[in-house]
Nanobody, 112 residues
Framework: QVQLVESGGGLVQAGRSLRLSCAAS???????MGWYRQAPGKQREWVAD???????DYAASVKGRFTISRDNAKNTVYLQMDSLKPEDTAVYYC???????WGQGTQVTVSW
């Protein structure tokens, strides 16, 4: 089973940027991939996804601020997060679509 490892999270001030990475232990080239997040006390929610051909979609709450991309040669999916807001604070996960086992995620904390 392919393992997914998220990285790039951290503590940032509102308005700043972070770039998350999701490295897979195997090929992702034939799969749609998604980013998800789970804030404290809330259910995990979908953030963005990208098809094998590079088509993408975003949740309304992040559209215009987040950018998903992929590098199939590196088996890695990225999430560029700009203009971060405190409400973006969550643990961020990536996964195949349809989903597989979840990784550990990476914590993003946005402060004023």
């Amino acid at each position: 089973q392919v393992q997914l490892v998220e990285s790039g999270g951290g503590l940032v001030q509102a308005g700043r940027s972070l770039r998350l990475s999701c490295a897979a232990s195997g090929s992702i080239s034939n799969y749609a991939m998604g980013w998800y997040r789970q804030a404290p006390g809330k259910q995990r929610e979908w953030v963005a996804d990208i098809t094998p051909g590079g088509l993408f979609d975003y949740a309304a709450s992040v559209k215009g601020r987040f950018t998903i991309s992929r590098d199939n040669a590196k088996n890695t999916v990225y999430l560029q997060m700009d203009s971060l807001k405190p409400e973006d604070t969550a643990v961020y996960y990536c996964n195949f679509i349809p989903g597989s086992s979840w990784g550990q995620g990476t914590q993003v904390t946005v402060s004023w």
